[in-house]
């Protein structure tokens, strides 16, 4: 099948749509990674562009599904115990000092980011999701119900609630058939969306055809024209029948295995019971209650945020920016493109020996491990490396970072001064 291709000024852009809505509902940190391990046969479809399989995505009003995925995540980082999971956001206390809760989903599911994991999940509708993350002896669950969120930890016996203050508003919305203004509203719109970004940048393709949890699917084929990203490419399984993608594989363009390979290994597009939805705090369980956040509330927005902050920039970078990181701009277009700014004071990273700063030796440990360094016009500094995202710190303070070859980011750093 000749393959149809189009280009997309990045990799955001092009695979926004490729997301099954009720599944990002589950867990949106996480879905991104979804891949299936049973995988077999090709079986025969009738032969489909990628601009109609774009569409029929874009068309796929799935809303209620369960079923088992499997996710292997593999970054390349030195093994280091748990030691890195006391660097998560929330690990081991909250930002006030007061003790954390084992159960707090911003740092349960950091360790997602690695190994290999078993999930369960369900979606009935927006206000309604389920994620259990199966160990041997344990199981955690973030539960959504309506305008209640529950996470439960079973091996501490522990769990987190908060209240969802926004989910009223998406009910009333979704009752009344209303959408964000500026957001597509039909199947042709959303792919013309993906397509119409067209630079020289992205491939999308349709290769071939494959069975996911024993559902025929087709693969949808992203991967970048340009020379120096680290990915290679990104292969989505999408269902043939309903539209909803049931696999997802990211390959490093160095080789090797997957950087993440996730997908379903059973599905059921049937509505879940409502007895899943249902929680209650066994007896003896540790509750600790979150904050009530309330809908528009923007006292936690970052603060002092350029006016021409680049359209995509990861949520990280903008938070960064309100902390204090200065002259934030975005060098290149597409899959190379390098995010640069400033650390506060303009000076590098503290070392363990430093006068500017005491670095606990786990954390020293695991910066040296990853750390690479590097000398240029620019000066010298430190790179950072994944198999997928590197960055460079340089001594004076200047940050580059992107999923582009450290050569790249040497280059950018050099045509910086």
């Excluded at 399989?53 to 115990?81: R, W, Y």
């Excluded at 259990?132 to 079973?154: K, T």
């Amino acid at each position: 099948m000749a393959p149809y291709e189009s280009e997309s000024a990045g990799r955001r852009k092009a695979t926004r749509y490729v997301v099954p809505v009720a599944v990002v509902g589950v867990a949106a940190a996480t879905i991104g990674l979804v891949p299936a391990l049973a995988d077999s046969g090709n079986p025969d479809l009738p032969k489909i562009s990628a601009q109609q399989l774009i569409e029929k995505i874009a068309k796929s009003d799935v809303q209620q599904m369960s079923g088992t995925v499997k996710i292997s995540t593999d970054l390349g980082l030195p093994s280091l115990g748990g030691m890195a999971g006391g660097f998560a956001p929330g690990a081991g206390g909250s930002s006030d000092g007061k003790a954390g809760s084992s159960a707090d989903p911003q740092s349960k599911l950091m360790e997602l980011a690695s190994g290999t994991h078993t999930l369960r999940i369900a979606a009935d509708g927006s206000d309604r999701h389920k994620l259990s993350v199966l160990d041997d002896a344990a199981e955690y669950s973030v539960i959504h119900n309506g305008d209640e969120v529950w996470a439960y930890d079973s091996a501490s016996n522990e769990a987190y609630h908060a209240k969802d203050a926004a989910a009223g508003d998406r009910a009333a919305k979704h009752r009344e058939g209303e959408t964000p203004k500026g957001v597509p509203a039909t199947p042709k719109e959303l792919a013309d969306e993906v397509l119409k970004a067209s630079g020289k940048t992205t491939s999308i393709s349709v290769e071939g055809t494959s069975q996911v949890a024993g559902r025929d699917a087709y693969k949808l084929l992203v991967k970048p024209k340009q020379a120096g990203s680290t990915v290679g490419g990104i292969t989505i399984s999408v269902d043939a029948k309903t539209g909803v993608p049931l696999k997802f594989t990211l390959t490093p363009a160095g080789g090797g295995k997957a950087v993440v390979d996730a997908g379903f290994t059973k599905v059921d597009f049937s509505k879940p019971a409502a007895s899943t939805f249902d929680f209650t705090p066994p007896k003896g369980t540790k509750v600790t209650e979150g904050d009530d956040l309330k809908a528009g509330d923007k006292s936690h927005a970052p603060k002092d945020m350029p006016k021409d902050m680049p359209k995509g920039m990861p949520k990280e970078l903008r938070d960064a920016q309100g902390g204090g990181m200065k002259d934030l701009k975005v060098i290149g277009e597409g899959w190379t493109s390098i995010a640069e700014l400033t650390l506060p004071g303009g000076q590098g990273l503290p070392t363990g020996g430093s006068a500017s700063g005491d670095v606990p030796p786990e954390a020293q440990k695991f910066m040296d491990a990853l750390g690479d360094h590097v000398t240029g016009k620019f000066g010298s500094g430190t790179v950072f490396s994944t198999r997928l995202v590197n960055a460079l710190i340089t001594d004076d303070g200047k940050v580059y970072a992107g999923a582009v070859t450290k050569d790249a980011l040497v280059k950018a750093a050099n045509a910086a001064q």
